[in-house]
């Protein structure tokens, strides 16, 4: 060999060799105090000015810091807050439980709880901690002369105490914290309870559809009818009170297609709002398109005009839409359906009785609110639900395993940039000669980056999550919780801290293997597997207490909406954003309860098992939740909303997983116990993890029930399970409309474009009349329509709906299905699941997209559609406020041929009115009083209480949808 090739093979083996040691004890550095300090300067300054930054910009931006001040109506408003610099300190502070349960929910404020709980238990557990740990572990560390030149962070751990007598403070420790911790969920347990009581009693839940129904799953086939729903319910049915029931209807491919036409419809918002940027300058050649790769053969050249292509492919798929909903009818029934009481204590008292038991292998229990239902897992079979998500847990468990390795060698280098140093020579120089520099960009980097890294992996993970089968979604966000939480303390906790202790094991067996001729258990006992895992813990925690002081910035930047205002800011500037995502990022944004919960238990996890080997960790996670109780009540209160209201189900969930943390911090003081102390110590701490295992089957027993139902069928009240008696047709079809498949009612979104690009637009389509291109399916767009306020006027050549630049704002379309569902719905409250007077309907089956709205935002409140111009279809009855609602024909009572009173020869007791009102929203002549606003009658929204001399060149999208 050459002097160069051995020069190089020398030092890859100096390299490999250097790697191999790093990975057996990556957290050796001889600056973590510094990187600690620096860590802790960073946060708290960048906090502080992040918050005055807040404080500053908040009273001039409430569009993005108050947005439900304005978008709000009066019962679910926030607390009013002035424009001071530090006002909004005040309402935060003053506002109490019971206002935040009616202002933004019972979701909202079990999550403030739980933050308050957090924050309360470390504020004692730091006191306990700080007060002995710390003392007990620097004194009996004294005089030990390894301990010479080590930092002041390894001297608080117990790796150097030479007393094993002094390891009992960790065992009486364990005890303190376990009875901290079991005490502040008992207390919090019992509140909740409260707390459930009162949500029951309230006017939402008493007016509400879903708290007197039960869902039936898993329906055999002879079952499958509204009969057979009332024999499986009669078989658990403790009370004399008989429900309405429905059967679920097969929807077959609706729900693909709407969502198909939903997409379709955003792709020409798009290519609109990119083509129409500058109407005065449009660009020398229309915008084109590849069509998806099913319809490629019909188009020899692969590209299609992208305007009319997207145009006539909605007109396509609302055809089909109009097809499948006429098609529905009763006869092709589902394994699930409803059946709904009058009173809601039946319905518990029917829930409570089969809460156990399975009447011809059904499962019935309490129904959620109608938004809330995963429609397409309704119809999974129970082997199908059980399938998927034993393939949802495999893909979860490798992605669990193919991470081990990346994590790996972020503990080994991203922890600890002096092992880099090790490796990359030119790295050591720099690293030598700047150590004050590299230890703060150690403090700041490394957990940013493990940071950033973690948050991707959620989003990977939800998307795995979703297609595990669940009903609702908010119990697939619980599993979401539940399988976050186990991989970010397997991968992020455990492995991450003991990976080189692991390592080190196992290089030392194989080591003892290959030089002696003892056996392989005897050189798997001379491993020192427990005092290697000790060593590797008490190693990491100073990495663990800089990563807790950076989620105190990650707090203050959600306070600032930093990543929202970045990129609405860039999309303005660089992009061009069409009016429907302009008018959506002035709307409240959804709060995503399952990665904070899961954010907020892996702390408390990390803060529980490191209080007695770092107990500098627990005021620094103290001082966490401390800030974030107070930021994310502002939060709550005036920007996010819920989006999916379960009414507090979130928190058998985490008192589960504090108790599995708690458990866990057992297990680690037992292991110190091992190592450092004696087997008296370890039994010590041995009951501690039954006694927490039967405190959480305590609390189960005593506090579930009632956290659950809203009576029990043993309480033997009379009232309550008294009552015979039968719903009345008017409310099985409450019952039909409110728990039918949204793809039979939900009402299809128009392309939205500019007010600016209106004349443009008229433009390009009038443009094929010039080219003779009249005829073929381009036809009845190309041709002028006559408005039908003035015939004889014409209207828009193209249907879309003209949004002026003055009401691209959410106030003016809150109230609209599109955009109500997504982004206004959980304003506490959906309209959709109340029982009112004048409405036992969706809105959209009587051909209204509004409802009034009781907000006290400025926007004006839009009149009622006109109905005078409706085309009445033979045996069509027009709707009065008295009237029996309006129900699509597959929730619709079967004639008998033979009945005499039914009409002839049909089939339904109505003719299918889907023909013109599923799809169509037709209206007669304007009937506006001067200063209201005709939404229903242009698409564009012209000034309040301006008239107009002249007719608007603004046309809806819903002429085009109704039938020739």
């Known amino acids: 060999m050459d002097p160069l090739h051995a020069t190089l093979w020398s030092r890859d083996t100096e390299g490999t060799d250097q790697f191999l040691k790093l990975i057996a004890n990556p957290f050796q550095s001889a600056f973590t105090v510094s990187a600690v300090w620096a860590s802790l300067g960073t946060s708290i300054g960048i906090s502080v000015l992040l918050t005055l930054l807040f404080s500053l910009f908040r009273p001039r931006h409430s569009v993005v810091y108050a947005p439900k001040v304005k978008h709000a109506d009066q019962k679910h408003s926030p607390p009013p807050v002035g424009k001071g610099f530090f006002a909004w300190i005040k309402p935060v502070l003053s506002t109490p439980e019971s206002e935040v349960v009616d202002t933004v929910g019972l979701d909202a404020a079990i999550f403030l709880r739980f933050t308050k709980m957090c924050r309360n238990i470390f504020i004692f557990m730091s006191i ?305 000669a700047h150590p004050d520099v590299w230890a703060a960009v150690q403090g700041i980097a490394s957990p940013a980056i493990t940071s950033l890294v973690y948050l991707v992996l959620p989003i990977i993970f939800r998307r795995l999550s979703i297609q595990g089968g669940s009903k609702t979604k908010t119990s697939r966000d619980r599993h979401v919780l539940s399988h976050l939480y186990s991989f970010f303390v397997f991968n992020n906790l455990i492995v991450f801290s003991l990976f080189s202790a692991a390592w080190g094991f196992v290089s030392t067996v194989i080591q003892k293997s ?208 008294g009552g ?24 299809l979104i128009t392309p939205m474009v500019h007010a600016k690009a209106a004349a443009a637009l008229k433009d390009i389509y009038q443009g094929r009349l010039e080219h003779g291109d009249t005829g073929g399916e381009y036809s009845d767009i190309a041709m002028d329509r006559m408005m039908a306020s003035q015939p004889g006027k014409s209207a828009d050549s193209a249907p879309f709906e003209v949004v002026p630049e003055s009401q691209l704002d959410f106030s003016y379309f809150k109230d609209r299905p599109d955009f109500r569902d997504e982004f206004g719905g959980g304003i506490y409250g959906r309209s959709e699941d109340l029982m009112t007077e004048r409405s036992q309907t969706p809105r959209s089956t009587l051909g209204g997209e509004w409802s009034p709205s009781s907000s006290r935002a400025s926007s004006p409140a839009p009149s009622l559609p006109s109905m005078a111009g409706l085309k009445m279809h033979e045996g069509y009855e027009m709707p009065s406020s008295e009237a029996a609602p309006l129900v699509h ?38 009937q506006n009083e001067p200063g209201t606003l005709d939404r229903w009658h242009t698409g564009g929204y012209g000034p309040v209480g301006q008239e107009e001399e002249e007719p608007s060149s603004y046309t809806s999208y819903e002429p085009y949808r109704a039938p020739r």
């Open 128 to 432: 306990i901690g700080c007060a002995v740990m710390i003392p007990v572990n620097v004194v009996q560390s004294h005089g030990n002369n390894i301990t010479t030149g080590l930092s002041v962070f390894s001297k608080f751990t117990p790796l150097y105490i030479t007393n094993p007598e002094a390891i009992w403070s960790q065992v009486v420790c364990a005890w303190v914290f376990d009875i901290v911790v079991a005490f502040f969920l008992w207390r919090n347990y019992r509140a909740v309870r409260d707390l459930r009581r009162k949500y029951f009693q309230s006017s939402d839940y008493q007016r509400s559809m879903h708290a007197r129904t039960l869902m039936i799953t898993d329906i055999p086939p002879p079952d499958r009818s509204d009969e057979g729903i009332l024999r499986l319910s009669d078989e658990v049915n403790p009370t004399a009170a008989l429900p309405r029931a429905s059967i679920g209807r097969n929807v077959r491919d609706l729900p693909q297609i709407i969502k198909e036409h939903e997409e379709t419809v955003r792709k020409l918002e798009n290519v609109l709002a990119k083509y129409l940027k500058r109407p005065d300058q449009l660009p020398a050649n229309r915008p084109t398109m590849r069509p998806p790769r099913s319809q490629r053969n019909q188009l020899p050249d692969g590209k299609v005009d992208a305007i009319d292509y997207l145009t006539v492919r909605i007109r396509v798929l609302e055809e089909e839409i109009k097809h499948g909903r006429a098609s529905i009818d009763r006869r092709n029934a589902m394994p699930f359906g409803f059946a709904s009481w009058e009173k809601i204590e039946h319905a518990h008292a029917v829930a409570w009785t089969a809460r156990k038991k399975h009447p011809r292998g059904t499962t019935i229990h309490l129904a959620p609110r109608p938004s809330d239902l995963i429609w397409e897992n309704l119809s999974l079979s129970g082997k199908a639900r059980k399938w998927k998500r034993l393939v949802n847990m495999f893909w979860v468990a490798l992605l669990t395993l193919v991470w081990i390795a990346p994590n790996a060698l972020i503990a080994v280098f991203l922890s600890n940039l002096a092992n880099l140093g090790l490796v990359w020579p030119r790295f050591q120089t720099s690293l030598s």
């Open 514 to 721: 290959d030089d002696s001729d003892d056996s392989a258990w005897q050189a798997i006992q001379d491993g020192q597997i427990y005092s290697k895992a000790m060593n590797a813990l008490c190693t990491v925690s100073p990495f663990w207490v800089t990563w807790l002081l950076q989620r105190n910035l990650g707090a203050t930047i959600d306070l600032v909406q930093a990543i929202n205002l970045v990129w609405v800011w860039f999309s303005k500037t660089f992009l061009a954003p069409t009016p429907r995502q302009a008018i959506e990022w002035t709307a409240p944004p959804a709060f995503d309860y399952a990665s904070y919960y899961n954010y907020f238990l892996f702390y408390s996890t990390v803060a529980l098992c490191f209080a007695t080997l770092q107990p500098i960790v627990l005021p620094v996670t103290a001082l966490y939740f401390g800030m974030d109780a107070l930021l994310k009540k502002y939060l709550l209160l005036y920007v996010f909303i819920t989006k999916n209201e379960s009414g507090g189900t979130f928190w058998r969930v985490l008192f589960n997983r504090m108790v599995f943390a708690t458990i866990l911090a057992n297990v680690v003081i037992a292991l110190v116990a091992k190592v450092m102390g004696s087997w008296t110590m370890v039994f010590a701490v041995v009951p501690l993890p039954f006694l927490m295992l039967g405190f959480k089957f305590y609390c189960s027993k005593a506090f579930d029930a009632d956290c659950k139902y809203y009576n029990r069928a043993d309480l033997n009240d009379a009232e309550a399970l």
């Open 724 to 747: 015979v008696g039968k719903l009345s047709k008017k409310a099985a079809d409450r019952l039909n409309s409110k728990f039918g498949h949204p793809a039979l009612y939900k009402p």
């Open 889 to 926: 024909p597959a929730f619709r009572v079967p004639h008998s041929r033979s009945n005499s009173g039914g009409a002839p020869g049909g089939f339904y007791q109505q003719s299918n009115e889907s023909e013109t009102r599923l799809l169509s929203q037709a209206q007669g002549p304007a």
